[in-house]
Each structure stands twice: as C-alpha cells, then as structure tokens.
C-alpha cells in the first residue's frame, strides 16, 4: 500500500531558529501533499496544500513567511518553520495524494508518522 | 466555512457495552473517513465512506454514512480495552482536503 515518510519524528530547536520537515512518499508519486499540525488534545488543523511544481496554498491565519512549503519532486514536500519561537511547538503531520490512491474517483489520504517539534 | 463537528468528546465506557460516536458536518460531502489516533502516534485509516448509505464494518467498528442528513456514525460494539484511543472523522471537501472533526476521545475500562 501507500507508504508516506516523515523526519525527524522528534526535534528541539532554540527560539530563532529554523527546522525543516520532510516527507516522503515511498512507493506513489504524490500530486498533492498537505501539511497538518496539532495541538495537544486538539484536532488536525489543515496549514496547507501543496502541488508538486506550484505554490503553497495556505489556509487562512497561516503565515506563509513562516512556514515554508517545498513540493519540488513527487515525491518530496518540506515544511519549513522559520524564525521558530516557543508557540510553534506542535505536532506537524504530512498527507499525501496522488493517482495511486484514488479511491472510487476521490483521493485516498496516506499520513507519515508526524514531528514533534518542541522549541525552547 | 466547514465545520465537522463530533461528539460526544470524550467518551468513557465499559468493556462490553455498546457506544456510537457521532459526526455531523456543515456542508455537503459524499467521501467521508475515519480515523484513529493513538497518544502521539500519527493517524490509522479506519473506514472511507463513499456515498450516501454505505456502511462498512471492520471487527467491533462499524462506520455508516447519511449525506442527506450530513451525518455519520461510529458505533463501538462489545468494547474492549485496545479500541481505547482518540478517533477522528474527517470530510473531503470535494476540492480534495480533508477538515479535520473535532475528536472523540474513548477510554474502555473493564
């Protein structure tokens, strides 16, 4: 089946810095990937929806000067968390879509394993 | 704006008993998921749901799906302890994204 992966699991970085995310699909080639993060006891909040050679597009509130998205391959999208300070701390999970996993005419959704990103 | 709301919240029950969790959302969406979410663990596709009507089973989980009423339901049956875990429904918005319900926590205790 479709296999998505996402590194680092886990990273701490120092306030001001910038993390980069990346994932992954292992055996499809992904047209759209999005990027989700979540709070603690919280729901998945979609940040943004990427198309392998195209812009971002964010979902409103979400800065995209601070959370930079890369779809360069179909097989690769980052998530870069720039300038990263203490409330950027969150789970960030990845999704990805493509031709393979078209369900009856409509994507069939693959998440990688989620970062946890602590920032100190 | 979508709104995917599910409740209850937070759901404890007993090993054995029977539960339904419900899913409403705003707008209208014929593809529907489920999914399960354990502490800190990425997601666990459960059930898609592709028309108004379909029901789907998988051991004590059974997912059914009303467009018309834009509702679906999770119902638990004979609960036991690994089904404890948070469980999300999720609604594609026909633009290919999925919003995200609010959650419903199940703990199962003996």
């Known amino acids: 089946g479709a296999v998505v992966s996402q590194h680092p699991s886990r990273v701490i970085c120092k306030s001001g810095t910038s993390v980069k995310i990346e994932c992954r699909s292992l055996?499809?080639?992904?047209?759209?990937m999005f990027w989700y993060r979540q709070f603690p006891k919280q729901s998945l909040m979609l940040m943004a929806t990427s198309n392998e050679g195209s812009k971002a597009t964010y979902e409103q509130g979400v800065e995209k000067d601070k959370f930079l998205i890369n779809h360069a391959s179909l097989t690769l999208s980052t998530l870069t968390v720039t300038s990263a300070h203490p409330e950027d701390s969150s789970f960030y999970i990845c999704?990805?879509?493509?031709?393979?996993?078209?369900?009856?005419?409509?994507?069939?959704?693959?998440f990688g394993s989620g970062t946890r990103l602590t920032v100190v | 704006e979508l709104k995917v709301e599910q409740n209850p919240l937070f759901l404890s029950m007993q090993e054995g008993k029977n539960y339904t969790i419900y899913c409403n959302y705003s707008t209208t969406s014929d593809r529907l998921y489920w999914y399960r979410q354990d502490p800190g663990k990425s997601l666990e596709s459960l059930f898609v749901?592709?028309?108004?009507?379909a029901v789907k089973q998988e051991g004590r989980l059974m997912a059914s799906l009303d467009t018309k009423a834009r509702l679906s339901t999770l119902h638990i049956t004979a609960a036991v302890h690994d089904l404890s875990a948070t469980y999300f429904c999720a609604v594609d918005m026909n633009t290919d994204k999925l919003i995200f319900g609010t959650g419903t926590r199940l703990q199962v205790f003996p």
């Open positions: 999704s990805a879509a493509g031709l393979e996993t078209i369900i009856d005419g409509g994507y069939g959704y693959t």
């Open positions: 055996d499809f080639q992904a047209t759209t």
């Open positions: 749901l592709l028309s108004n009507g």
